[in-house]
């Protein structure tokens, strides 16, 4: 079994690259990591070459953290914040040979929301396309993430975002 360190739950008191650093010596397999952007991505990519390990995924940005945002990309008339937040992940994803980017709906509800979100997951892919990149989607659950936009596997599931608009 291989296992993967989140270093968005452990390790949180290193620096990244120590905590990547750590997570080689204790054997995990590879690394991923919630929001990177405070550390400059070449540094993190000088890192995983010199440990061997994959970065399997970040997350984009939440946005406004301060004001209740926990992702953009399901928040109607915030398309422009949260394309730039998508290349924000984009771009250091290529950087770090990063293999997955998990972009965040954030807080919202309703037919809008879900039109909004999926407008952004198909700029998402066809961008992160372009990197040989992969974009997930993850319901969180709604005692930890309350009014999350994805918060269940049935919406998840019902999300169409390979079909071109």
Request: glycine content about 8%.
């Amino acid at each position: 079994m291989q296992l993967s360190a989140n270093l968005g739950f452990l390790f949180r008191d290193l620096a990244l690259p120590d905590a990547i650093r750590a997570a080689k010596r204790l054997g995990f397999a590879a690394v991923e990591m919630h929001w990177p952007y405070d550390t400059d991505a070449s540094v993190i990519a000088q890192t995983l070459i010199e440990t061997g390990l994959p970065l399997l995924g970040i997350n984009t940005a939440r946005g406004d953290v301060g004001a209740g945002d926990n992702g953009l990309a399901a928040l109607p008339g915030r398309e422009t914040e949260a394309r730039a937040a998508i290349d924000q992940a984009v771009q250091w994803a290529a950087a770090t040979r990063c293999r997955n980017i998990h972009v965040m709906a954030g807080k919202a509800t309703g037919d809008e929301a879900f039109a909004t979100f999926e407008g952004n997951l198909r700029y998402a892919s066809k961008s992160a396309a372009q990197h040989n990149i992969g974009v997930l989607i993850e319901p969180l659950n709604p005692r930890d993430a309350p009014g999350y936009f994805l918060s269940d596997l049935p919406t998840a599931f019902s999300v169409d975002w390979l079909t071109p608009s």
